[in-house]
């Protein structure tokens, strides 16, 4: 079983800066890839940062040039760096983390933090 477990959530206001943390643990044999998405009330959820195992990264258009994905593999750990920030980025921001067991892949969430952006 694998653990993912995110940090770092809060009340900022706007133009201010706050990052996140997500930590995986567990029976891990390789973790693909880690991501954050968040979901605000009354729309779905979406994926605004995410890193390979290669160090690959994609951000969503949205998030840009404010915010900053990086990752500890030896620690299975990602952060999410957040400037910049608007009162539309308030949302509850998901961890993932994409692992593989040698024979097949999953993907593990984790509980959510809220993030309040105050104008």
């Known amino acids: 079983q694998v653990q993912v477990v995110e940090s770092g959530g809060g009340l900022v206001q706007a133009g201010g800066s706050l990052t996140l943390s997500c930590a995986a643990s567990?029976?891990?044999?390789?973790?693909?890839?880690m991501g954050w998405y968040r979901q605000a009330p009354g729309k779905q959820r979406e994926l605004i940062a995410s890193?390979?195992?290669?160090?690959?990264?994609n951000y969503a258009d949205s998030v840009k040039g404010r915010f900053t994905i990086s990752r500890e593999s030896n620690k299975n750990t990602v952060y999410l760096q957040m400037n910049s920030l608007k009162p539309e980025d308030t949302a509850v921001y998901y961890c993932?983390?994409?692992?593989?067991?040698?024979?097949?892949?999953?993907?593990?969430w984790g509980q959510g933090t809220q993030v309040t952006v105050s104008s």
């Open positions: 993932n983390a994409d692992t593989w067991d040698g024979r097949a892949g999953y993907r593990y």
């Open positions: 567990g029976s891990i044999f390789r973790i693909n890839g």
């Open positions: 890193i390979t195992n290669s160090g690959s990264r």
